[in-house]
């Protein structure tokens, strides 16, 4: 079986939706089919919350009374039948009375989560009404009866699995299983979420739980691409890629995925492919273990980066420096992307600039603190073992004209990043495609 994700836009419209409908079934074949909620829904949803925990009421009352009627034009829009039309609006008003309910009590963060996960389940329940109206087997399976994280905010895959599973064997024979992306229960069972990864990390949870055969992501542009189409001229998509590259290029700046939410179709050996909605015949790019030895893939930028150099003669030779350092940044609970070192200097980038001021003080207690705001991480991709001769030099060769203020390589066989000023990005992107992959 496989897994089909379809993200906000995917299902954004009723004529979305339908078009979903029809690739969910052009196979004949049992999928198993995640949904996201609505594009726009999920803003909306917030900006409720918002509100309550402003204490007004009247402020949240009008966004749903707003986003009600948006979906009773997509009621009109989507079904045929008088009945299926009956059923869902009966449907959407339990959903909006009960976001309604919120506005007469005490609000607290725990309502926020029931709030937020109502876009979920609404483009669900739609999707599977409209499906059974053309006499599909779907099946609606709640995600809240299966889908847990532990103590520690991270999905239990042993409860999933065996939950799942138990739920699955009583549904049996169905063309379409359905279920909510992103949301969840906690180890406490109140409503929460995946956060990271959100959707596509349920998506790859339920793959890894069924063993799929193949975990599909379907969003709006036709897969990753060899660089940031956004920014640089002529960019191509990049057809396959190794789990480690794909997470290299999702934490340094490929929006389309998530770097944590692969991470159970890699251990379970699944293949994730990303493909296009939009243009459902493209190829797409293909997510596995498998290697392309020898190739560079793709690049990626990650902005508002912070680099900061602390100079100390006391580091020559001193054991537990590089700790005490650490120790800095881990109180602040602050993570470092890059780390470059020397006998009386070591230098890092951050991405989260929200503890910077009291990082800097402690760090002056070891040594000269220097720090550079506005700079952008440049990340190149591929099989970049240190035996493939000439890689580094051939990047390098792209950024001859460019300032870098810092380099890593070595520390993982599948990138090579720079740290440059982010006024330099566009240009140090478009060169490296020239250079690598356009030569």
Not at 115 to 130: D, F, K, R
Not at 261 to 277: D, E, S
Not at 282 to 307: L, P, Q
Request: proline fraction near 3%; include cysteine; hydrophobic fraction near 35%.
């Amino acid at each position: 079986m496989k897994v089909m994700k379809f993200g906000g836009t995917s299902v954004g419209t009723p004529q979305r939706m339908k078009e979903v409908t029809t690739l969910v079934t052009k196979s004949g074949e049992p999928v198993f089919v995640v949904l996201s909620a609505m594009s726009g829904t999920t803003n909306s949803l917030v900006e409720i919350s918002d509100y309550l925990y402003k204490k007004n009421p009247d402020g949240a009352n009008e966004v749903i009374n707003r986003l009600e009627q948006k979906y009773d034009r997509h009621v009109e829009e989507l079904y045929t039948s008088a009945e299926t039309k009956a059923a869902t609006r009966d449907f959407l008003r339990d959903e909006f009375d009960y976001l309604r309910s919120f506005t007469k009590e005490l609000f607290t963060s725990f309502e926020e989560k029931s709030i937020v996960a109502q876009g979920e389940i609404i483009s669900t329940n739609m999707v599977v009404n409209y499906m059974k109206e053309q006499g599909i087997n779907a099946v609606l399976l709640n995600a809240l009866d299966f889908m847990r994280t532990d103590k520690n905010s991270e999905p239990d895959p042993v409860y999933i699995k065996e939950k799942l599973r138990g739920i699955l064997d009583e549904n049996q024979g169905a063309q379409v299983y359905i279920t909510q992306g992103f949301i969840c229960r906690n180890a406490y069972g109140e409503i929460d979420n995946l956060q990271r990864g959100g959707s596509d990390y349920t998506a790859s949870l339920i793959g890894a739980a069924i063993n799929a055969e193949e975990i599909q992501i379907w969003t709006d542009i036709d897969g990753m691409h060899n660089n940031d189409p956004r920014v640089v001229d002529k960019t191509e998509p990049v057809h396959q890629l190794h789990f480690e590259e794909a997470a290299e290029l999702a934490y340094f700046g490929a929006k389309i995925l998530h770097p944590t939410c692969v991470q159970p179709a890699k251990y379970a050996g699944i293949p994730v492919r990303l493909l296009n909605t939009m243009d459902p015949d493209a190829e797409g790019t293909t997510i596995s273990n498998k290697t392309e030895y020898g190739k560079i893939k793709a690049i990626a930028a990650k902005d508002n980066i912070t680099a900061i150099k602390i100079k100390s003669s006391r580091m020559l030779l001193a054991t537990g420096f590089l700790r005490k350092v650490f120790e800095i940044f881990e109180s602040y609970q602050t993570s470092i992307d890059m780390i470059c070192t020397s006998e009386v200097g070591v230098s890092m980038s951050i991405d989260n600039n929200s503890h910077l001021g009291e990082i800097v003080d402690e760090l002056k207690k070891y040594g000269t603190v220097t720090v550079d705001t506005n700079m952008c991480i440049i990340c190149v991709v591929g099989d970049l073992d240190w035996s493939n001769i000439g890689f580094e030099t051939l990047a390098l060769d792209a950024l001859k004209d460019i300032p870098v203020r810092m380099v890593s390589y070595g520390g993982s066989n599948y990138n090579i990043s720079f740290l440059i000023r982010e006024e330099d990005k566009k240009r140090a992107l478009q060169n490296l495609s020239n250079t690598i992959f356009y030569k």
